[in-house]
RNA sequence: GGAGGGGUGGCUGAGCGGUCGAAAGCGGCGGUCUUGAAAACCGUUGAAGGUUUGUAGCCUUCCCAGGGUUCGAAUCCCUGCUCCUCCGCCA
């Protein structure tokens, strides 16, 4: 959620930043509510400080033994009044409220302007392009070929778009998010965290996938209204939802390790092969909470060790500055990580880390005292896949494949793999 | 699933329906004292919002959440959430 204050006081230039990311702010109309809040709020309040007055006078009358009856006629007619201007400032700002939630953040200067993916900027690349001297085979082949990924199965035991692996790619799929946790928590400085991994419309609110995508989401059926988490951001970065932090809390860093459900409504012809685009997938999350100047840096860090996962595993990718338009919701300023998929020829998204800026801490609360102002101020908050573990393992398979149909495994999953170096047929 | 008891400011913990935004203690901050520190003493210390040129004043709201009763609710009623204790069941 944006600032009030900037609807306020700078709406024509917050609608053109807007609309810099393709987000239409109805200006006129949010001008005219405005104007409404603002007198309503103001008649609402000057009617219940006389009624509190008033009530205050009768309580000392009947303390003094006088007589209270006149003293209640007056006030009496207070009630409506009061009653239907609290009211009608409750519909108004419930209504803001619904414009406020469907405003995503703005860009941070740095966010190249753009209107698709094709205006992303390539920001750096590592690693080299692998290309073999025998017939590149895609995931689905390898994994396949090998007897060890399993689509048919999977559709049968519940739908399109899920997986069953076994045998050397359901170890290797393991060790990997296993190596990722290690790596983060010895080399970054990330605490491993644990959380549940359904979550109540509240916490979906706070990092902004409600209301506006409930769509992309599963819900669960029964009196409580849980979902299934999209990512593990949703139930860590919640964790200060609420919360007044004291500042040595910060930064605070977070990997976290879930599986990821989503019901990927309105991509039904993309990715519908092989196991880049699943209903339910795992991740290793990277979150942290850090003080508003510190967030940019954060950032970059941030990217950084979801780039050293890559990196370590020997897998060549690309870094992209997402442009304006093509965003999330609730980003200031996103990094895509990139990695290289031979079958493919392109590089495919394995890791997006944003800057969310004060915009999820404002839907959630999420503050800390700062000694030096004696102020509650907002939190920052990040977050970055380190890394999608099933993309990931794609990745592995197509650029580790062999033209005896084995899969290499990378050195820095050996010490995962108990004695496995080679993934051969079963 | 059954029975019972709670949810109050950073924390602990009081609070006859009427100056209660809330006692007291702890903690924090400032000061006195001290060579310095501790102790002691004094003072101060919640959040959100509105009005406003204003971090000044004034006003509103907030004692788990949402309804209700009342001139007036932290205090009474209803619903929900949540925590604790006991019993049952269970990985």
């Not at 204050?5 to 949010?30: H, N, P, W, Y």
């Not at 303390?63 to 006030?75: F, K, Q, S, T």
């Not at 949703?234 to 964790?239: A, F, K, Q, Y």
């Not at 880390?353 to 102020?375: I, M, T, V, Y």
Request: one cysteine or more.
């Amino acid at each position: 959620m944006l600032d009030p204050r900037l609807i306020r006081s700078e709406l024509e230039q917050t609608a053109a930043k807007l609309a810099s990311r393709g987000f239409t702010l109805d200006t006129a109309a949010v001008e005219a509510l405005e104007a409404r809040r603002k007198d309503v709020q103001v008649r609402t309040q000057d009617l219940q400080a006389e009624r509190n007055t008033r009530s205050k006078s009768i309580g000392k009358a009947k303390a003094a033994g006088e007589d209270i009856a006149p003293l209640m006629a007056e006030v009496g007619k207070l009630g409506d009044a009061l009653k239907a201007a609290e009211q009608e400032l409750g519909e108004i700002q419930a209504e803001m409220e619904a414009i406020m939630l469907g405003v995503p953040n703005l860009p941070h200067d740095s966010v190249p302007v753009g209107k698709s993916e094709e205006d992303n900027v390539e920001i750096r690349r590592w690693g080299e392009q692998i290309s073999f001297d025998f017939e590149t085979k895609d995931h689905v082949d390898v994994g396949e070929g090998l007897g060890q990924l399993d689509f048919d199965t999977a559709a049968k035991i519940t739908g399109s778009r899920f997986a069953v692996m076994s045998g050397g790619i359901a170890r290797m799929h393991r060790a990997l998010t296993q190596f990722m946790l290690d790596l983060h928590t010895t080399e970054h400085g990330y605490t491993e965290t644990y959380v549940p991994y359904m979550v109540n419309r509240d916490s979906l609110r706070g990092t902004g996938q409600l209301p506006k995508f409930a769509e992309d989401l599963f819900k669960l059926e029964g009196e409580q209204n849980y979902y299934l988490i999209p990512t593990a951001e949703v139930p860590v970065t919640n964790i200060v939802r609420d919360v007044i932090v004291e500042a040595d809390y910060m930064p605070r860093k977070y990997v976290c390790h879930t599986p990821c459900f989503r019901s990927e409504a309105g991509s039904y012809g993309r990715d519908t092969r092989g196991m880049i685009r699943q209903h339910q997938f795992e991740k290793v999350e990277l979150v942290q909470v850090v003080r508003a100047e510190d967030s940019y840096q954060a950032l970059e860090d941030l990217t950084g060790h979801a780039e050293t996962v890559l990196q370590r595993l020997g897998l060549p990718y690309r870094v992209m500055a997402l442009c304006t338009g093509d965003m999330g919701f609730s980003s200031a300023k996103t990094y895509d990580l990139e990695v290289w998929l031979p079958s493919q020829n392109c590089y495919r998204e394995i890791s997006s880390c944003s800057n969310f800026e004060d915009f999820q801490a404002r839907r959630l609360q999420a503050r800390w005292r700062n000694p030096e102002s004696g102020k509650v101020e907002l939190v920052h908050t990040l977050n970055g896949s380190g890394l999608a573990v099933g993309r990931t393992l794609v990745a592995i398979l197509e650029n580790y494949q062999q033209a005896d149909g084995s899969v290499k495994v990378p050195e820095a999953l050996l010490p995962y793999m108990g004695g496995l170096t080679v993934i051969n047929k079963a």
